[in-house]
């Protein structure tokens, strides 16, 4: 069965910390995308990649990173954690949107 | 630019009760539309799609036809369970490597 696997489902750290959100998928596809989730608000995207090396800014950037060193590999980087960063994060993949997303089962960050 | 409108939530039923969930989208070409599903505490799964004018996505007993003249791609199921409830997410996109997403309905089912 295909997998996005996102390393972590729970997570808290402190405001100021560093933080990596690592996700990982095994169908070989070229797009990944991180979303943030939020009570009222939906899904909001914060960056995608088409391919290794490469990124592109969503929705709502500001105060986040991103890191595709790999194919398989999307990390998520909060440089400086605050607290409006507490939510669940969800990462995805596609080969092409035409044949939708597949979505890992999210990591939910408490920012304390 | 392209987007959808879902209908707000909560969406409170009875067991056994019809669904419906409005979807309308706006898009300047010929979107594909999908529906998501996300039950509590986890990410969303592709519940059904369409890729064409009036094509029926089905699924779990869930169904959405795509229809053109109206912009819509409403979700009904004939009988929801308790088990239905969740969060759907309507989606669309037009050929690009990206989904446009719904803001959610929350789904609510009552023994």
């Known amino acids: 069965d295909v997998k996005v696997t996102q390393s972590s489902r729970y997570l808290v750290k402190r405001t100021g910390e560093k933080v990596f959100l690592e996700c990982v998928q095994d169908?070989?596809?070229?797009?990944m995308f991180w979303y943030r989730q939020d009570p009222g608000l939906g899904l909001r995207l914060i960056y995608f990649?088409?391919?290794?090396?490469?990124?592109e800014k969503g929705d709502i950037p500001e105060g986040y990173s991103v890191s595709r060193e790999k194919k398989e590999r999307f990390s998520l980087i909060l440089e400086s954690a605050s607290t409006n960063q507490t939510s669940m994060y969800l990462c995805?993949?596609?080969?092409?949107?035409?044949?939708?997303?597949?979505f890992g089962s999210g990591t939910r960050l408490t920012v304390v | 630019g392209d987007s959808v409108t879902q209908m707000e939530g909560p969406v409170t039923l009875s067991e056994e009760a019809f669904l419906t969930i409005n979807c309308t989208y706006t898009?300047?070409?010929?979107?594909?539309l999908f529906w998501y599903v996300q039950y509590p505490g986890e990410g969303l799964q592709l519940l059904l799609k369409?890729?064409?004018?009036?094509d029926k996505g089905s699924n779990k007993g869930f169904e959405a036809t795509y229809r053109k003249e109206t912009t819509s791609f409403h979700l009904e199921k004939g009988s929801v369970q308790v088990s239905d409830s969740a969060v759907y997410f309507c989606?669309?996109?037009?050929?690009?490597?990206?989904?446009?997403f719904g803001a959610g309905t929350i789904l609510r089912v009552k023994s």
């Open positions: 995805a993949s596609s080969f092409q949107a035409l044949y939708g997303y597949t």
């Open positions: 898009a300047t070409g010929y979107p594909s």
């Open positions: 989606a669309l996109t037009d050929g690009g490597n990206k989904l446009v």
């Open positions: 369409a890729t064409k004018a009036d």
């Open positions: 990649s088409y391919d290794v090396k490469m990124k």
């Open positions: 169908m070989d596809h070229e797009n």
